[in-house]
């Protein structure tokens, strides 16, 4: 049996525990979180023992693995606590909010033969996937151009909470939503953050809600000139409203949300791509890291994807400061 845990049982971390405990040779043995409340809710559903801390759970409990849904700026603390413990490690994006500190967590699962991946689920969206399977199909030939966006009415519903404090969120929108636009960008083109200028606004709150990027981008030598905008102050609630144009040599490729078209001189090929749920994107996600944690297939979202979005996006609130373009230390 795969003895799993999950640590910041919260919303989150509630909906992974309930979709791991269901997978075959996988068990929900313990929680940690620090509100009263919550763990008493997860001791009831479950009926395991629910701690405080990482650290008693892990004096406490055998585990194989955890799966963490915590504040950002705790993951780090927690994720290398279970490292050291010889224990797998599911993190939820961000993966954290330094950048030394995901090549700590990158050089620890490495010298400790342990499987460490960040909840990027897009990299299982049917349509993310398609983008990706273009663009390395050369269709649209060398892709030099990129252009996205993400919105949604995110501060409205963060304000009075945990995501609205930058000493446990690390950052506003950016780091939060805007996470995964950045990871997709990335992911979907195969590249890597070289240098970023970015404009933040934080309309009057303690965290960033609007962030406007224009970053170059490596692909295995090529450039590509990147604009990027996120809004937490936007129309679409629940889910994000997003977009993802790329422009090649030969041709382009753009996702409206909906609708992935492809434009290759004269001819115009459309699909609509199904849209998965949450739940079942959550569900892929996760019987892949544990899958990747057992040596029985290779894991779809490594840290280094993790830790790219983390350099992109604290390199943009540095530019935001100073004013300046500033090169992104994205090396793993």
């Given at each position: 049996m795969f003895r799993v845990a999950g640590v910041g049982v919260g919303t989150l971390g509630l909906v992974e525990c309930r979709l791991l405990d269901e997978m075959d040779g996988v068990s929900i043995v313990a929680g940690v979180d620090p509100d009263d409340d919550t763990r008493e809710q997860f001791a009831d559903e479950f009926d395991v023992p629910?701690?405080?801390t990482v650290e008693e759970l892990l004096d406490g409990e055998f585990l194989d693995a955890v799966t963490i849904a915590s504040p950002h700026t705790e993951h780090f603390d927690q994720a290398l606590a279970a490292l050291e413990a010889g224990v797998h490690v599911h993190l939820e994006k961000p993966?954290?909010?330094?950048?030394?500190?995901?090549r700590v967590l990158i050089d620890r699962a490495d010298a400790e033969s342990l499987t460490l991946?960040?909840?990027y689920q897009r990299h299982f969206d049917p349509r993310y996937v398609e983008l990706r399977r273009i663009v390395d199909s050369g269709r649209?030939?060398?892709p030099h151009m990129v252009v996205c966006h993400l919105e949604q009415e995110w501060i409205q519903w963060t304000e009075n909470e945990w995501r609205s404090d930058p000493s446990l969120s690390g950052g506003g929108q950016l780091?939060?939503?805007?996470?995964?636009?950045?990871d997709a960008l990335l992911w979907v083109t195969r590249s890597k953050p070289v240098t970023v200028s970015a404009a933040v606004d934080h309309r009057g709150y303690d965290v960033d809600v609007n962030s406007a990027l224009a970053a170059v981008l490596d692909r295995d030598g090529a450039r590509l000139t990147a604009s990027i905008a996120v809004s937490g102050a936007g129309s679409s609630i629940p889910e994000p409203g997003e977009s993802l144009r790329i422009i090649g040599t030969e041709g382009m490729v753009t996702f409206d949300g909906e609708t992935i078209e492809v434009t290759e001189g004269d001819v115009i090929y459309r699909a609509t791509p199904s849209e998965p749920d949450f739940e079942t994107l959550t569900r892929k996600k996760l019987r892949n890291f544990v899958d990747a944690a057992r040596d029985e297939a290779d894991l779809a979202i490594p840290?280094?994807?993790g830790l790219y979005v983390t350099a992109l996006t604290e390199a943009a609130y540095e530019s935001a400061t100073t004013g300046r373009r500033v090169n992104v230390d994205g090396d793993a």
């Open positions: 629910v701690y405080e993966m954290v909010t330094d950048l030394a500190g995901a991946a960040v909840g649209i030939g060398d780091y939060d939503s805007g996470s995964h636009l950045l840290a280094t994807d």
